[in-house]
């Protein structure tokens, strides 16, 4: 499974690798307030501690089997299984293959303004961080046609807007849980979403603190108060959006290090075994068997 930290800016933001024909195949796709859409293929098994989810996401499962850690349950899926996961849900992510297949899921991302027009309004209940949900006959499909169509110019936004909605409202009740917002508008979330804007950019400080419309010193201080810094934020939202990029694309390792902002492959190399535990090679070549760790406290970004 690939955790969606990094959202691609631009009318539609493609990164996409074609085969000698130049049909592409594997890709992610943006488009802007509706959502994002990608192919997650893995050749290996692997755990990856603490990714955040950005936005409301659900995941169709297709070859393998997922689980996703939460504070007290392990989520388990299969092939056919849906994941529904809210915005803001920090979890441990373990993805198995299959004996034949290697392990393989799509995903759509979705904007928070898409959710609330078609899901159902919470009750008042605690929402969970994540849900496993086996759908009804005629999901699948659904899912998959909204995900062929979401980059189609030819068709009119609201045409794909409503694509996306027939998602949700085939999820039911289910998607209920993609409205939870306990930790959304959190410093730190709104953190991640602007780094994710602009995953390659060296962000400072002072151009952090502008944007968020407070002082940097009492940015520091409220990122202190969670114990994290700036730097660490930045670097965790690079990593998570280089490991989406692996899964979910044939784009070499150097260049998915230059898409982060890293201009040394070899640093970024570094900087990828210390937040998961391998290197990113060995996530497509099939040696990624380890527990990945917990994310480390870096040099910042800039020294990159």
Not at 66 to 77: I, N, R, S, Y
Not at 163 to 181: I, K, P
Request: aromatic share 4%; glycine share 8%.
């Amino acid at each position: 499974m690939v955790m969606i930290t990094g959202k691609l800016s631009g009318a539609v933001a493609l990164f996409a690798d074609s085969e000698p024909s130049g049909v592409a195949y594997r890709d992610i796709v943006a488009v802007p307030d509706l959502g994002l859409r990608l192919s997650v293929r893995q050749l290996a098994s692997g755990t990856y501690r603490r990714l955040v989810i950005d936005q409301a996401t659900v995941i169709l499962v297709t070859s393998g089997t997922k689980q996703l850690g939460l504070d007290d349950e392990t989520l388990v899926l299969e092939a056919g299984d849906v994941a529904l996961i809210a915005p803001g849900a920090c979890l441990t992510v373990t993805n198995l293959t299959a004996p034949r297949g290697g392990y393989a899921a799509e995903v759509l991302s979705l904007e928070a303004e898409v959710v609330a027009a078609y899901a159902e309004a919470p009750t008042g209940r605690e929402l969970p961080l994540a849900l496993r949900h086996a759908p009804a006959d005629g999901f699948a499909e659904a899912f998959l046609r909204a995900r062929a169509e979401l980059a189609n110019d030819a068709l009119p936004l609201a045409v794909r807007r409503h694509m996306l909605g027939e998602v949700l409202l085939r999820l039911g009740s289910a998607a209920t849980v993609l409205q939870r917002r306990s930790r959304e508008e959190a410093l730190e979330m709104r953190i991640r979403r602007l780094v994710a804007t602009d995953v390659a950019r060296d962000w400072s400080a002072a151009d952090m603190a502008r944007a968020l419309a407070v002082s940097e010193a009492t940015m520091r201080r409220r990122l202190g108060a969670i114990g994290t810094t700036l730097t660490e934020i930045v670097t965790d939202v690079r990593m998570s959006f280089a490991l989406t990029l692996l899964q979910s694309t044939d784009r070499s390792v150097t260049t998915i290090a230059f898409d982060v902002g890293y201009a040394s492959p070899s640093r970024f190399a570094a900087r990828f075994r210390a937040r998961f535990g391998a290197a990113p090679l060995d996530l497509r070549g099939g040696r990624f068997e380890r527990i990945g760790t917990d994310p480390e406290r870096l040099e910042p970004a800039a020294a990159e």
